[in-house]
């Protein structure tokens, strides 16, 4: 254990939860459910549940793959052959202020309810921070690195794979992580909207049919899901640049 | 130059344009971008949109200064007392993490479907980006601050005030920033998933009535709204930290 255990924020969260499961059972309203009608709520439908996680995990990491599959190698490019980044960094600038939640109905209208369309929208969506800190991190790539590459008389291609994209991993390592938590929310909003499967639909159902206990079991279920997956993020980023970290000295 | 910078966007209106035209894809599907353009205009021109779009802007500013408010005390709190920070630690990284659509459904039987439904959680989703950013600026703060604040004899809340403030300031602004820019994306997902009015209201009902010329028209509005927004917050940042810039001698880039 490289952390400290934290008594102080462990005693608030049971702390918070006495409190919560106190005021509900003082309340006795079927709007607000005790935290053991949650628990209750959570194992009953445990199968369903999981088997909901799944649709949302896998159409999460689809998207996801997707987006770093395409948009690492086009930010490299964008950043280091420089006329091009000119031409469509504007085109790039154009789209990034509309929250990707807006082109749900887009996705919808071309693509219908199903599958694809929601993981062209977590595509969409997880896209922009890996292709803008890319596209940052090659034009910040110390410039000694790229007289190395040309002495070595190395090609364009495979300069920006040995050199570039090592060189600016770091840094995109940033904008995957942004990137992660565009994905589970893009997933979970697409299920919402455009309801099937997955935990965003089985939200929704719970929402419509006033079953309050599911709707914060599955809540909860959602808020574990991103935790996990960040925990498993910082961890993937720890291995893999574990040669930058030791070379900088950095912890 | 100049050049560069529109020939990206023209290309892709003219590829847009040209499969449009070629009706390789339904027109009602995929209309051409100047029908696009008249809509919007047709849209901006009529009574009822106005309100809608400032409906919008109401609900995301006023959510964003609950959040900018509330993110801000919480921080100079956790500052000033270390050991409320390691409290809160593991219950804001639960929060935090909860993607803000998803609290949409619960939130209306706590509040109902009106004002205080968009401003809990248009201020759910941005407090956190504003919290983290501040928390974490005041509590990375130079012993050579503390020091000269002792040496001039400030009590411990001046010294957070007065001093550590100031220098966390260009972070809080980042703070701020990605603040905003939730703000604007649980205002319109809230629209869209509990709305009876608004952008996200507007885009979603004429995404499902197939309007689809005005769907690319408020969409395109909707963008330009978040452009607005970042220009606006780019403006006053450099009001509030321009100071910032100029002495660690950054700010000829601004």
Not at chain 1, 169 to 194: D, F, T
Not at chain 2, 124 to 147: D, K, R, T
């Amino acid at each position: 254990m490289n952390r400290r255990f934290n008594l102080p924020g462990l005693v608030f969260l049971i702390g918070l939860a006495a409190v919560w499961q106190i005021a509900a059972i003082g309340a006795q309203k079927p709007s607000f459910p005790s935290l053991t009608a949650v628990a209750a709520a959570l194992a009953a439908n445990r199968a369903a549940l999981f088997a909901e996680l799944g649709h949302t995990l896998l159409r999460a990491g689809a998207g996801f793959a997707i987006a770093l599959a395409t948009m690492l190698p086009l930010g490299i490019l964008l950043g280091r052959v420089r006329p091009l980044g000119r031409i469509f960094e504007p085109v790039v600038e154009l789209f990034r202020p509309l929250p990707p939640i807006a082109v749900i109905p887009v996705s919808m209208i071309f693509l219908g309810i199903g599958d694809t369309a929601k993981i062209a929208v977590v595509a969409y969506g997880a896209s922009f921070p890996i292709l803008i800190n890319a596209i940052d991190a090659v034009r910040a790539i110390d410039p000694m690195l790229s007289h190395v590459a040309r002495s070595l008389r190395l090609l364009r291609m495979e300069r920006m794979r040995l050199i570039d994209l090592p060189a600016a991993l770091p840094r995109i390592a940033a904008g995957i992580r942004l990137s992660v938590a565009v994905s589970l929310l893009l997933a979970v909003v697409s299920e919402m909207l455009l309801s099937t499967d997955g935990l965003g639909a089985f939200l929704m159902r719970a929402q419509e049919s006033f079953q309050i206990a599911e709707a914060v079991a599955t809540l909860l279920l959602i808020a574990l899901m991103a935790l996990v997956i960040n925990l498993v993020t910082q961890a993937v980023e720890r291995r893999a640049l574990a040669w930058h970290h030791a070379r900088t000295g950095g912890h | 130059m100049k050049f560069d910078r529109i020939t990206g966007v023209a290309v892709l209106l003219l590829a847009w344009e040209i499969l449009a035209v070629s009706r390789f894809v339904p027109v009602l599907y995929f209309p051409a971008p100047p029908s696009v353009a008249v809509a919007g205009w047709d849209l901006l021109r009529s009574t009822g949109f106005v309100s809608q779009l400032g409906m919008t802007c109401l609900r995301m500013a006023s959510g964003l200064a609950i959040a900018t408010a509330v993110g801000l005390a919480m921080a100079l709190a956790t500052a000033r007392y270390r050991m409320l920070f390691h409290m809160l630690e593991p219950a804001v990284n639960m929060l935090r993490v909860l993607p803000p659509p998803a609290i949409v459904p619960l939130s209306i039987f706590a509040f109902g479907i009106g004002a205080p439904l968009f401003l809990f959680i248009v201020a759910f989703a941005a407090v956190w980006p504003i919290y983290i950013n501040a928390a974490s600026a005041l509590g990375a703060i130079e012993p050579v601050l503390f020091v000269t604040g002792r040496s001039f004899g400030y009590s411990s809340w001046e010294i957070l005030l007065r001093l550590r403030l100031p220098a966390a300031m260009p972070e809080i602004v980042t703070g701020f920033r990605l603040g905003a820019g939730t703000a604007l994306l649980a205002t319109v997902a809230a629209e869209m998933l509990a709305g009876q009015s608004g952008l996200g209201f507007m885009l979603y009902d004429a995404a499902f009535t197939l309007r689809t010329r005005d769907m690319f028209a408020i969409m395109a509005i909707i963008g330009v709204l978040g452009l607005a927004l970042n220009g606006l917050i780019a403006q006053g940042s450099r009001l509030i930290v321009g100071w910032h810039l100029t002495m660690s001698g950054t700010g000829e880039s601004g």
